[in-house]
């Protein structure tokens, strides 16, 4: 059974760090790619960032460039996104995703697996 499980979402104040963890069980992570998604109150989902099955190639939304950095650890089935600079506007929940497919990596429900989210509030 895949699972993924994402941890690390709390509050923190406008400019500071969060980093999210997401943690695969079930699959081979080395041949997954893998997304970050956030979803704010009222909103619809939308892409963040991903990463390829190796690393070598990453992709972000521009509203999140020069801030966050996705990251693996295949060794350790794991995906982090380091998350500076936060801004109130970065609260959402984020779930974490994984797909054998990179070509539709903003698309959320083209992912094969999905994780249940984690909370992230950034307050002003």
């Known amino acids: 059974q895949v699972r993924l499980v994402e941890s690390g979402g709390g509050s923190v104040q406008a400019g500071g760090s969060l980093r999210l963890s997401c943690a695969a069980s079930?699959?081979?992570?080395?041949?997954?790619?893998m997304g970050w998604f956030r979803q704010a109150p009222g909103k619809e989902r939308e892409f963040v960032a991903a990463?390829?099955?190796?690393?070598?190639?990453?992709f972000y939304a521009d509203s999140v460039k020069e801030r966050f950095t996705i990251s693996r650890d295949n060794a350790k089935n794991m995906v982090y996104l380091q998350m500076n600079s936060l801004k109130p506007e970065d609260t959402a929940v984020y779930y974490c995703a994984a797909d054998t497919r990179l070509s539709r990596y903003k698309e959320y429900a083209s992912y094969d697996y999905r994780g249940q989210g984690t909370q992230v509030t950034v307050s002003s």
């Open positions: 990463i390829s099955w190796s690393g070598s190639t990453k």
């Open positions: 079930g699959l081979t992570s080395s041949t997954y790619n």
